[in-house]
């Protein structure tokens, strides 16, 4: 699956939700999504993994964190 940003392309690999927000994960980074809106909150860079590297592939969030791997 892939996302257009303004600026660019990314493949996602993973995506969790709620009424609230969108969090996807794919190429090193994990972004979370206004949910209502469709705008882009913000981008966690730097994400680092083992196959494929620094691919995020599963995701999981509450209130507090965001938990990825």
């Not at 995506?15 to 996807?24: E, L, R, W």
């Not at 993994?49 to 965001?66: A, E």
């Amino acid at each position: 699956m892939c996302a257009e940003s303004a600026t660019n392309f990314s493949i996602l690999a993973a995506i969790k939700f709620d009424n609230t927000y969108i969090v996807t994960g794919g190429d090193k980074h994990i972004k979370v999504w206004d949910a209502k809106t469709g705008q882009l909150i913000r981008t966690l860079k730097g994400h680092t993994g083992h196959f494929p590297p620094g691919w995020v592939t599963s995701l999981q969030f509450d209130d507090n964190k965001i938990i990825s791997g």
